[in-house]
């Protein structure tokens, strides 16, 4: 992946062997707190990404349409009237009024049945192709006027995984390209057959990427959620894949390695792996605001000490597991997809997918963040979660984005830890006596990876050093 940068532009910057060969690094905090930076985030950055608008499914019919909005830009998604997605930026070609209003402190605007878009101030109209198909007295600019510089300005659309992708840069990379192995990868766990268990939004008084960094790495387990050390080992590894990342679960001893073990189904410690097993998806489960596992995984792992002897090895344990959650689903019409062992493995726990966007995946869930910055302050940030299923056909629940206080009622106790975290190291950043980050090469890669690629479409700002050459 080649990002686009001036020819004479150096940039000092990590390199992808840097991080595979877990070199030392630090990066300075202005990608956190300073005001320079977010304002260079709204020209060299979100202008230029591919993101990630919305699900698919909220767009099902012609005339179906949403705002997105990220930091000052705000695009028009829609489907036009032969279902075709389009994305237009949310402003009239005359004297720059939005088309669609996008008050301060709303998550978005959307709205069906749309067959054109008519701006509030003096009327100029545009059809679902974003052409003009309407301008009061036209004859006053004397002939200058004509389709190109009154049409609205086109965004690139595509769809990856059952979510909609825009990119504003017209000269950016496919979006496949963009999603690399990364994509590939994720592309055998269909996340485009699951659907919305919930979603929820808040505002959080921390930048973006405090927030995002919160769900990048599995370190912070044994310090942030220490109750749920009684289940399993949180030891982890990860990942570059460009400009993506990837964490699993690892052992600090060898000799236990498995496959099994990388994902978010493996077996729980302690003397009767039957029953830590169950524990560990139950207390995940149910701690986690009912994602990142199922009902159907979390009852099958219930039946195991029924169903096996006591001293069943941990690896046919978790495939004992996988069967029989595999078989009551598809007894219900929930049919696995066949995800090869080598992708499995690969897989691992969880994907950071530049810039903003975090999946914990498994085979029929998916339990995912997305944060964006929120209004001109560096210290706050809009943060969204939401659970992903498989359901069967017909039974999808509806649902819609809700604003949800942080409340262990709203979210769950583990996600209100991790909450507890994003405020502290916002102030805790500022402090004239931190010395600078020193993130673990092995265990948080992903938050370097990500300030590797920060820094590569922000001329360098913020980018990680080596430690070892100083
Ligand atoms: S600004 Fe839209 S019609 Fe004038
Ligand atoms: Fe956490």
Redesign the pocket.
């Known amino acids: 992946m080649t990002v686009n940068k001036p020819e004479t532009f150096k940039i000092d910057n990590i390199t992808a062997k840097d991080m595979d060969d877990e070199k030392l690094v630090t990066y300075p905090t202005d990608a956190f707190l300073s005001k320079e930076y977010l304002e260079a985030e709204k020209k060299l950055l979100w202008p230029k990404v591919w993101q990630m608008v919305e699900r698919e499914t909220d767009l099902p019919n012609p005339g179906d349409w949403l705002t997105y909005n990220v930091a000052d830009e705000s695009i028009i998604v829609l489907r036009n009237g032969d279902g075709a997605l389009k994305a237009f930026h949310n402003v009239?070609p005359?004297?720059?009024?939005q088309?669609v209003d996008t008050p301060d402190g709303v998550h978005d605007v959307r709205g069906n049945a749309r067959k054109n878009f008519v701006?509030?101030?003096?009327?100029?109209t545009f059809d679902l192709d974003g052409n003009n198909t309407y301008i009061l007295d036209p004859q006053d600019w004397k002939g200058y006027l004509n389709p190109d510089n009154t049409c609205l300005s086109e965004v690139q659309v595509d769809t990856w995984g059952g979510y909609i992708y825009i990119n504003m840069d017209p000269d950016c990379v496919s979006l496949k390209e963009w999603m690399g192995r990364a994509g590939e990868i994720l592309d055998h766990f269909e996340l485009d057959k699951m659907r919305y268990k919930w979603r929820q939004w808040s505002v959080y008084p921390c930048n973006w990427k405090v927030a995002l960094e919160a769900f990048l790495e599995p370190y912070h387990v044994a310090g942030t959620h220490t109750q749920l050390l009684a289940y399993g080992d949180y030891y982890a590894l990860s990942k570059q894949y460009g400009l993506h990342s990837v964490s699993s679960y690892d052992t600090r001893d060898e000799k236990f390695k498995m496959s099994e073990s990388a994902g978010t189904t493996r077996a729980g410690k302690g003397d009767d792996a039957r029953v830590s097993t169950y524990e560990l998806i139950r207390e995940n489960y149910e701690t986690v605001n009912y994602s990142a596992s199922t009902e159907t995984l979390v009852n099958a792992a219930s039946r195991l000490v029924d169903e096996l002897p006591e001293d069943t090895p941990p690896a046919e344990i978790i495939a004992h597991w996988m069967a029989s959650a595999k078989r009551d689903d598809a007894e219900r019409g929930v049919i696995w997809p066949e995800v090869p062992p080598e992708i499995m493995q690969e897989s691992g726990l969880a994907w950071g997918l530049f810039p903003n966007q975090n999946i914990l995946h498994g085979v029929t869930f998916a339990l995912c963040y997305r944060v964006r910055p929120w209004g001109d302050d560096p210290n706050q940030c809009l943060f969204e979660s939401y659970a992903l299923e498989r359901f069967p056909e017909g039974e999808e629940p509806e649902t819609e984005w809700v604003f949800a206080e942080r409340t262990p009622e709203n979210w769950g106790s583990v996600l209100m830890q991790d909450f507890s975290n994003m405020e502290f190291v916002q102030k805790g950043m500022k402090s004239s006596g931190f010395r600078g980050v020193q993130p673990n090469p092995h265990q948080e890669q992903k938050v370097i990876n990500l300030h590797r690629n920060l820094a590569d479409f922000m001329e360098g700002r913020g980018a990680p050093r080596l430690l070892e050459e100083e």
């Open positions: 009239c005359h004297r720059g009024r088309l701006c509030g101030f003096h009327g100029w």
